[in-house]
Nanobody
C-alpha cells in the first residue's frame, strides 16, 4: 500500500526548474527524517536530500546550491525545489521516510511510488 504520494515530475530543459512534492499521512510525517532519493537508468538509487522535523537538512554534493528541500508541517508535505537542472539529474525520484535519525536507504521505512524527472540537453 502506497503511503507516500509524490507529484511534480516531468520533462524540462537543462537549466530549468521543477518542484516535487510528497504528501504523507500525519503518522508517517512525524518520522525522524524524510527525504528524496533518485535512481537513474542503470545506476543505484542515491540520496538527494533529507530533512528532519526541526528543519536541519542534508544534500548530496551533486545538488548542493541547486536543490532545496523543505517541509510544510501544517499540510504534511515535503517539497524538493530543483533549479538549474542538468541532464544528469534525470531519473525516478522517490520520497522516503524513516524512524532512524539518519537517512540511510537500508533504514527507510516508507517509500513513495516514484515520479519521473527528465532533463533534456
Amino acid at each position: 500500500q502506497v503511503q507516500l504520494v509524490e507529484s511534480g515530475g516531468g520533462l524540462v530543459q537543462a537549466g530549468g526548474s521543477l518542484k516535487l512534492s510528497c504528501a504523507a499521512p500525519a503518522r508517517i510525517f512525524s518520522v525522524n527524517v524524510m527525504g528524496w532519493y533518485r535512481q537513474a537508468p542503470g545506476k543505484q538509487r542515491e540520496l538527494v536530500a533529507a530533512i528532519r522535523p526541526g528543519g536541519s537538512t542534508d544534500y548530496a554534493d551533486s545538488v548542493k546550491g541547486r536543490f532545496t528541500i523543505s517541509r510544510d508541517n501544517a499540510k504534511n508535505i515535503v517539497n524538493l525545489q530543483m533549479n538549474s537542472l542538468k541532464p544528469e539529474d534525470t531519473g525516478v525520484y522517490y520520497c522516503a521516510g524513516g524512524w532512524s535519525s539518519i537517512m540511510v536507504q537500508a533504514l527507510v521505512d516508507y517509500w513513495g511510488q516514484g515520479t519521473q524527472v527528465t532533463v533534456s540537453s
